[in-house]
């Protein structure tokens, strides 16, 4: 029992009996709260795990990023999905957009996830669906850090190219696209129509039929409208 209530109890100028066992059964409470917690606000201990980030930066550098990596260009656009100039075009422009793609040092002086690291876990969750803590062994990134990424990356690449590829076409735009369509032996195509499956891994089960087709699985059919680059 705390010492403030020790005393209360003990102080003889207490008017009277009564009233010590008011309080006597408040800091009786009050003790069982403090020793066994208050339930759902209970606060849980984050545990920490020390997951050496820097190799993680290295070895991602090495495999892909130096002058003769480990991984070709070819491996490169199979795995990343975009050519190899195209993701340090992407990084680039959103570490001028966003300083959290920029490799920092927190609080405790300790060297934080490159650009490299955080769009590598971004491109992989969002190319193979791949869950967030899959790339912990290989990125050496945490769960919650990951999701976190996905989210500061497709907010910053809807602001950053939103305005000049997520615009609505012109008369001059549609002139064009089907110009060079004719000349690619595609007349009056205007765009290439391209889909593919997400997998819903929560998918409830009265929904199951309506979103399972050849892949045998609960899926959500992505689909994409690809043209020349609009001028």
């Given amino acids: 029992m705390s010492n403030f209530f020790k005393h209360l109890l003990n102080d003889s100028s207490s008017p009277d009996e009564e009233e010590k066992n008011t309080w006597f059964a408040a800091a009786i409470e009050f003790e069982r709260q403090n020793s066994q917690g208050t339930g759902s606000g209970d606060r849980i201990s984050r545990q920490y795990r020390y997951r050496d980030r820097v190799s993680g930066h290295s070895r991602l550098l090495n495999d892909y990023f130096i002058e003769h990596p480990v991984y070709d260009e070819t491996l490169f656009r199979r795995r990343f999905r975009l ?8 990084l680039h422009m959103l570490q001028q957009h966003n300083d959290y793609f920029m490799q920092r040092r927190n609080a405790a002086n300790t060297i934080g996830l490159s650009g490299e690291q955080k769009m590598t876990a971004a491109l992989r969750m969002l190319a193979y669906g791949m869950s967030a803590d899959s790339l912990d062994e290989y ?3 945490g769960e919650s850090t990951t999701i976190e990424c996905v989210k500061q990356f497709c907010q910053g690449v809807v602001e950053i190219f939103g305005p000049e590829y997520l615009r609505s076409l012109k ?9 060079k369509a004719n000349q690619r032996g595609f007349p ?3 765009d290439s129509l391209d889909c593919m499956h997400w997998t819903w891994k929560n998918c409830p089960a009265a929904y199951h039929g309506m979103y399972i087709g050849h892949v045998h699985r609960s899926t959500i059919v992505l689909e994409v409208v690809a043209s020349y680059c609009i001028e």
Avoid at 83 to 90: A, D, E, Q, T
């Fill in 171 to 179: 008369a001059a735009d549609i002139s064009r696209l089907l110009r």
């Fill in 139 to 141: 990125v050496r990134i």
């Fill in 83 to 90: 050519s190899w100039p195209l993701f340090l075009r992407i």
């Fill in 188 to 190: 009056g195509m205007l």
